[in-house]
């Protein structure tokens, strides 16, 4: 009997087994487009919805637009720490493949009329009365990415600016004196966040880390609009000017990596914008992590990681942009008086 037993236990197939052997010469379900998951889901024809182009058209189209906005791009290492201070050699500044000129005579007398105007006040100084009002009815260089579509993130859109504007405005209005000096004061509740905080902490360090490296001197300017009355509503405040009539931007990067290229060009709208405004060549575009271990450092205790990259003036860039900054221009809530 219990040899019966074990003979018909033993040549009964296994029931996994026999699954897998099923799913094994069963065809394989073709799954549809997404373009056509979405009619179905929906009712209505996605070509309908994204005006007659099909998500994945419409995805493809941004990407493009991205990429053909940085196309002309003229960016080259001044300076790696990875590389123990590998900037460009001799050799390739000779031949012109690695960096480029620019009227650095230009730059400085720009810079002395700059250095001016800052001193007639014009330009109004960081987290000061003047700097709040103005920035609410401008267009600044960190906001045009967002504004031309080229930011990839979701709260930098020409609405969600926009609409950050107009409620900086209203609370402005409604804040009295008091309440204006203690926002002059105390720093914005923004600077609470982590990553903004690490970055308004080490940009100082930075710059002295930068001006050690380079030997340039680094002057600090406040917001400048730019000359031309066509762009009255274009403003910038870079990080420092070089005397040699640099624009000198610096990031401190959190929880990202350090890269080259990659980071500089995620920016170059707001460095294309940066060089327009005060109408000139070069900005040194500047990453840096001090010293030590734990989120937002080098990983190593004993030195820094920088990467200094030299980024040339877009002309053709700002012409093709200009007109959508001038509409959207029309979208700011009305200045402060």
């Not at 709208?269 to 109408?279: G, H, K, P, R, Y």
């Not at 030195?303 to 001038?326: G, T």
Request: aromatic share 6%.
């Amino acid at each position: 009997m219990s040899s019966q037993l074990r003979i018909l236990t033993t040549n009964q197939a296994h029931p996994s087994r026999s699954n897998k052997a099923k799913n094994r010469d069963a065809p394989r379900k073709q799954r549809l487009p997404l373009a056509e998951r979405l009619e179905l889901k929906l009712g209505v024809s996605v070509a309908e919805l994204n005006g007659k182009r099909s998500v994945l058209e419409g995805g493809e189209a941004l990407r493009r637009r991205r990429a053909k906005s940085k196309e002309n791009a003229q960016i080259y290492v001044r300076y790696d720490s990875e590389n123990r201070g590998g900037g460009v050699s001799k050799e390739d500044d000779d031949n012109g493949s690695s960096s480029f000129e620019y009227d650095e005579e230009r730059g400085k007398a720009i810079l002395q009329r700059v250095l001016q105007e800052e001193n007639e006040k014009r330009y109004p100084k960081q987290l000061s009365d003047a700097w709040f009002r103005k920035r609410v009815a401008m267009v600044t260089a960190s906001d045009v990415g967002g504004i031309l579509g080229l930011e990839k993130r979701r709260d930098m859109t020409m609405d969600k600016i926009m609409e950050k504007k107009f409620k900086q405005r209203e609370r402005y209005e409604e804040m009295g004196d008091d309440g204006r000096a203690n926002r002059i004061a105390i720093p914005p509740a923004m600077n609470k966040v982590p990553a903004t905080k690490h970055g308004d902490y080490y940009e100082e360090i930075a710059i002295k880390h930068y001006e050690a490296i380079t030997g340039e001197v680094c002057i600090p300017c406040g917001l400048k609009t730019h000359d031309d009355g066509e762009y009255w509503f274009l403003g910038a405040s870079p990080d420092g000017l070089t005397e040699s009539g640099k624009i000198v931007e610096v990031k401190c990067p959190y929880t990202r990596k350090i890269q080259q290229k990659t980071r500089c060009l995620e920016h170059y709208s707001q460095i294309q914008t940066l060089l327009e405004v005060f109408d000139l060549e070069v900005c040194d575009f500047v990453q840096f992590k001090p010293a030590g271990r734990g989120t937002g450092h080098s990983g190593d205790v004993s030195r820094p990681k920088m990467l200094i990259e030299c980024v040339k003036r877009d002309r053709v860039w700002f012409a093709n942009h200009s007109k959508e900054l001038v509409n959207a221009s029309k979208k700011l809530p009305m200045p402060l008086l």
